[in-house]
């Protein structure tokens, strides 16, 4: 991850075509990093929403490792993913 923008959101774009291209697996480390403060405008003692949300992206795109600070966190925002993922594939689901 890089500490402007720009290169940080390519690599987290492009995490899918990284896969393909090298046949490996991909690690991200986007947890409280300064391209998330540039974005944000916040200091890095209050960066952990945004970095959950890269964080998230990159698993919903398919990185094999996420490097973060705040395990907990990371793990419960992927358990309620997971199960809102579950409940949309789910053949007994009510609702529309």
Request: glycine letters at 8%; a positive charge.
């Amino acid at each position: 991850m890089g500490s402007t923008p720009e290169p940080s959101l390519a690599v987290l774009a492009g995490i899918r075509h990284l896969k393909a291209r090298f046949g490996a697996p991909v690690l991200v480390s986007p947890s409280r990093k300064s391209f998330l403060r540039t974005l944000t405008g916040r200091d890095i003692a209050d960066v952990g929403p945004a970095s959950l949300a890269a964080e998230l992206y990159a698993a919903w795109h398919g990185v094999d490792y996420i490097r973060t600070h705040d395990v907990a966190a990371l793990h419960d925002a992927l358990t309620v993913v997971d199960a809102i993922a579950d409940h949309c594939r789910s053949p007994h689901r009510t609702g529309r």
